[in-house]
């Protein structure tokens, strides 16, 4: 095994160099970095601290995947987030995070997500009415209201008072900034506690707990079967027999909430804004969609065909992944390829360069859905929207079939113009959009 320095280094220096640009966008610093210094490069951020960055699509493979055991999450999802969402899948691990995964996993099957589509489609149709024609808008806060929508209604139906759904909203909103604020100016954390601002957000986020608490009592007091994803929640049963206790349950939603919410309205901007820019691949869409609509399917049967579509969605989180970093510590040491991490290495792996690598995608900066032809699994080992291994996202058909259902409804209605040069992006916790302008013109 070679030593710790066999990883190429950049230094304190020009880290601290850089530091305004970082803060701005990471994106081109890290790909500087990757072009001179290879796949993977540590990167000294002081105090004897650094952070490994990678691009190896085979070393994402191996620590989500093959030796996952040694691996577990940074202390950004375990901790920080854990402060305003507690305890769920997203933020635990070891014997805990099994036990969860394992009692919620069934919600999220394909058999069972179609009895939710229904809902999904009539939140999409009832944000869609807030897209107003031949006028510029940006669609990022329409796609922001109805990734959270979705989520909702999948979750309690139509049994849930819509100023308290709101307000859960603003709560899981305000709390993501505030952990935004935390991450990027961790040397003003002494002034966050001191001048009480982390105590105003945790109140909010007990705020939002009691709500919770009072839909799920409503919902117990019912009687009534939804079928929806609280009556999953609520009837699943652990190995023992048990239930889950409710305070476990409004850790569970709040993190349906915060990872379905703001990755699902990213990627669904970031395809409209693609589709813009691509008109033929708009009017493929809606060549299949017309097609398919004359076959008079059941909803996921419809989904499911909708090909064309997914490949578009694919290729738009190839490349825009909103989930642009995944981060992980290796528990005992470890080695790949030559490559030595010391036991509590921080691996920051970059998706965003991997779904870009020049040596694994031709035309790697080209928008060519048809890639995804074949479907996605024929790039299982350098394609990782949705992460890899036993953590991947246990959403991600929710979030694909919410997805399909939006862009096909969008589509159907309406050409869409492009009102922006670029695309523009913000990089925070997740990969956001910026400025997406665009102009609907109707169909009919
Ligand atoms: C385009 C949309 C989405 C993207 C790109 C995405 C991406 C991801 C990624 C990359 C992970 C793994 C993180 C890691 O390994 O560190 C993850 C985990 C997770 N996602 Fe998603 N996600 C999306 C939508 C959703 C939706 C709609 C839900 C739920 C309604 C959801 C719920 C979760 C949960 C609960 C986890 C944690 C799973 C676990 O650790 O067992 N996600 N997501």
Redesign the pocket.
């Known amino acids: 095994m070679t030593e710790d320095g066999k990883i190429p280094e950049v230094s304190l220096l020009k880290f601290l160099k850089h530091s305004a640009n970082i803060l701005k966008n990471p994106l081109p610093f890290h790909h500087n970095n990757f072009q001179k210094k290879g796949d993977t490069f540590r990167l000294n951020i002081g105090f004897n601290k650094s952070v490994i960055f990678s691009r190896d699509a085979g070393l994402v493979e191996y620590v989500?995947q093959k030796n996952q055991k040694n691996f577990v999450?940074s202390e950004i999802?375990t901790k920080d987030l854990v402060k305003y969402v507690g305890k769920g899948?997203?933020t635990s691990e070891g014997e805990h995070?099994k036990k969860q995964?394992k009692l919620i996993q069934p919600a999220f099957h394909k058999k069972q997500l179609a009895n939710l589509l229904d809902s999904i489609k009539q939140a999409i149709l009832l944000e869609y009415k807030k897209i107003t024609v031949n006028e510029e808008l940006d669609i990022f806060p329409i796609y922001n209201d109805l990734a959270f929508q979705t989520?909702v209604k999948s979750l309690f139906s139509s049994a849930a008072n819509q100023e308290e759904i709101n307000r859960l909203q603003y709560i899981t909103e305000e709390t993501q900034k505030m952990l935004v604020k935390e991450l990027r100016q961790p040397y003003l954390g002494w002034w966050f506690k001191a001048s009480g601002k982390i105590d105003s957000y945790l109140k909010l986020t007990a705020e939002a707990r009691n709500i919770l608490r009072k839909i799920v009592q409503e919902r117990r007091e019912s009687n009534e079967k939804y079928d929806d994803l609280l009556d999953m929640l609520l009837e699943a049963k652990y190995d023992d027999g048990n239930f889950m206790d409710e305070e476990q349950l409004i850790d569970e939603i709040l993190?349906?909430f915060t990872?379905?919410h703001e990755?699902?309205s990213n990627?669904l901007t970031f395809t409209a804004q693609l589709l813009a820019l691509n008109p033929e691949w708009q009017e493929k869409i809606y060549e299949e969609i017309s097609s398919l609509k004359e076959q008079d399917l059941d909803l996921m049967s419809y989904v499911i065909k909708c090909q064309i579509t997914q490949q578009v969605i694919e290729e738009s989180?190839r490349l825009y992944?909103?989930?642009y970093f995944?981060d992980r510590v290796n528990l005992e040491e470890d080695e790949f390829e030559g490559k030595y991490f010391q036991p509590g290495s921080n691996l920051l792996f970059s998706i965003h360069e991997v779904h870009r690598h020049p040596d694994l995608w031709e035309d790697p900066d080209a928008f060519k859905p048809e890639r995804f032809a074949e479907g996605g699994r024929k790039y299982s080992s350098q394609y990782f929207?949705?992460?890899a291994g036993p953590?991947?996202?246990?959403?991600?058909n929710?979030?694909m079939f919410e997805m399909i259902i939006a862009v096909t409804e969008l589509v159907s209605q309406y050409k869409i113009v492009p009102g922006f040069d670029e695309i523009d992006i913000k990089p925070l916790i997740t990969l956001k959009p910026k400025n997406a302008i665009l102009k609907f013109q109707s169909r009919s």
Request: aromatic share 10%; charged share 15%.
């Open positions: 989500l999450k999802q899948l997203l995070w995964r989520v993190i349906l990872a379905g990755t699902t990627s989180m992944p909103p989930a995944i929207p949705f992460g953590r991947k996202c246990i959403g991600n929710f979030a």
